[in-house]
T-cell receptor, first 108, second 113 residues
């Protein structure tokens, strides 16, 4: 089963708003990753974080690797309709474990 | 397209039938992973290969499941005597080596009637 707690489960926001989601774990991970999945497709990597405290941006996306190595967050600024989808966090030590996902809906 | 590919994209089968899925990883990637994803959940690890060697199997992988990667390139996942509980998206991912980022294919959606 899932070992990561991802929240919120779902979000309904207006276009242009900022979004924040996070992931926590009882285990330490060496790497945190954030993926986005569209319906009927596989997850697509958005951001990979390799060091505790690391803050990385990819366009309007910003993610941070928590200092305790047990958490991570993802922010999306100025959301647009194509941001709709399910966002998954994943923590990796030897294996990769996924959160249950945050379903994002953006209203135009 | 040099990404991970999977075939078929969709499979509908009757309970008790056998099914086989194929995954073609990114060509220079040594590691290949299989995951299962049910509705409303994230992917769950099933098994992975380092070249042709199957190095780890999750306890989710029952005896009815078998995976192969005979030449260290493409892989197949077979499910024998399918059950309704096997209905899920089966995802394949590949990476260059251990610890590297995994890149996912589009998945095979299995529906067992």
């Amino acid at each position: 089963g899932q070992q990561l707690n991802q929240s919120p489960q779902s979000m309904f926001i207006q276009e242009g708003e900022d979004v924040s989601m996070n992931c926590t774990s009882s285990s330490i991970f060496n790497t945190w990753l954030w993926y986005k999945q569209d319906p009927g497709e596989g997850p697509v990597l958005l951001i990979a974080l390799y060091k505790a405290g690391e803050l990385t941006s990819n366009g309007r996306l910003t993610a941070q690797f928590g200092i305790t190595r047990k958490d991570s967050f993802l922010n999306i600024s100025a959301s647009i309709p194509s941001d709709v989808g399910i966002y998954f966090c994943a923590g990796r030590d030897n294996d990769m474990r996924f959160g249950a996902g945050t379903r994002l809906t953006v209203k135009p | 397209d040099t990404g991970v590919s999977q075939d078929p994209r969709h499979k509908i089968t009757k309970r008790g039938q056998n099914v086989t899925f194929r995954c073609d990883p990114i060509s220079e990637h040594n590691r290949l992973y299989w995951y299962r994803q049910t509705l409303g959940q994230g992917p769950e690890f099933l098994t992975y290969f380092q070249n042709e060697a199957q190095l780890e199997k999750s306890r989710l992988l029952s005896d009815r499941f078998s995976a192969e990667r005979p030449k260290g390139s493409f892989s197949t996942l077979e499910i024998q005597r399918t059950e309704q509980g096997d209905s899920a998206m089966y995802l394949c991912a590949s990476s260059y080596q251990r610890g590297d980022t995994q890149y996912f294919g589009p998945g095979t959606r299995l529906t067992v009637l």
